[in-house]
């Protein structure tokens, strides 16, 4: 049994994170024994790793925050989830481990046919593409939403769920040779970044009104995003790629009314109700069952591999997320 344990902190998060191993745990009453299916390496989980994330778990720690497991043993007075179903593990219980102990109470089963890769996935970054799509502007089927970083997780989910809901998007990416498989998966419009992006943006979508901007990069990048919006729009920030605070010029403050908010999905957990997390999360665990979401994955790893994995996902250039899977997962 093997885990990615970090004792520190620092500004590479390979150099901090290690497979170590452990013995078999002892289940007490109500526990389960956990066979890692698959968990990905999320940016949020790097920026931990880094030390710059909004929340830092004490130390020593393992990493990783979503995923799924299949129940292997069950602890003193278990009747449920049965041996062999799979399961999302808890959120922030340390997924990057060949085994994980969690109460049984805690588990939602899943369906045992599904992709665990796709179903490792569902936990942060479907959620937050289908919320920042819904709760800060109405839109409405033929209305534009504009977002960086669109070869993301949280990028390819929004892009299916805006289809899904007949809102056409507009897609920035840092490279060329990500227009045409972003194309591919049903985006609308993608162009490359740069200091003419709004010029760019006007002449693809014949100078559209665009509502909604979402800006995973921060630092001028976020500047670049308001300047492409309509008068009065909305831009969200969830992220920051580029380690840098968000830049918006007063020009679009001021004079055209753009307004920069946040998005973090522990918040909008602070504040929905059970049912509308139940909610949310069935949808999006039968679209992934079903394949109709799904997001592109880069490449897999094993525990034993954390580091080479952990520089992977920081090194960005990447076509999709690294996911580490469990031995009997494979790849």
């Known amino acids: 049994m093997l885990k990615a344990e970090y004792q520190t902190r620092g500004p590479v998060p390979q150099d901090v994170i290690e497979a170590v191993p452990f013995d078999k745990p002892q289940l007490a009453e109500g526990e389960v024994l956990l066979e890692m299916l698959a968990a990905p390496i999320n940016p949020s989980d790097v920026m931990t790793l880094t030390g710059i994330y909004g929340i830092l778990p004490p130390l020593p720690a393992v990493g990783g925050n979503e995923g799924v497991g299949r129940v292997a043993e069950h602890g003193p007075n278990v009747t449920g989830p049965d041996i062999g179903q799979t399961v999302l593990l808890p959120v922030g219980c340390g997924t990057w481990a060949t085994h994980i102990v969690a109460k049984a109470s805690d588990l939602i089963p899943l369906p045992n046919e599904a992709d665990p890769i796709q179903l490792a996935m569902v936990t942060i970054n479907p ?7 819904s709760e800060f502007v109405d839109l409405q089927p033929g209305d534009w939403v504009i977002q960086n970083a669109a070869n993301s997780g949280v990028g390819s989910y929004l892009i299916t769920f805006a289809n899904m809901r007949g809102i056409k998007t507009v897609n920035v990416v840092r490279r060329e040779s990500l ?14 970044d740069g200091d003419d992006l709004a010029d760019k943006v ?24 308001a300047a492409t919006l309509a008068e009065g729009a909305t831009l969200v920030n969830y992220g920051a790629l580029s380690g840098e605070p968000c830049h918006v010029s007063p020009i679009s403050i001021i004079f055209r009314d753009i307004t920069l908010r946040g998005f973090w999905l522990a918040k909008w957990f602070n504040s929905a109700t059970p049912e509308q997390q139940q909610a949310l999360y069935g949808k999006i665990t039968g679209l992934v069952a079903t394949g109709k979401l799904s997001a592109p994955v880069h490449a897999t790893y094993q525990v034993e591999d ?3 994995a952990v520089a992977v996902a920081a090194a960005g250039g990447r076509d999709g997320k690294v996911v580490l899977v469990g031995d009997s997962t494979g790849d």
């Open 127 to 133: 959620p937050t593409a289908s919320l920042m799509l």
């Open 306 to 308: 954390i580091k080479e």
């Open 202 to 225: 006007k002449e693809a979508t014949g100078g559209a009104d665009i509502r909604l901007g979402i800006d995973a990069v921060g630092g001028a990048a976020t500047d670049r995003l």
């Open 179 to 192: 227009v045409e498989p972003l194309t591919a998966a049903g985006a609308d419009v993608v162009v490359v």
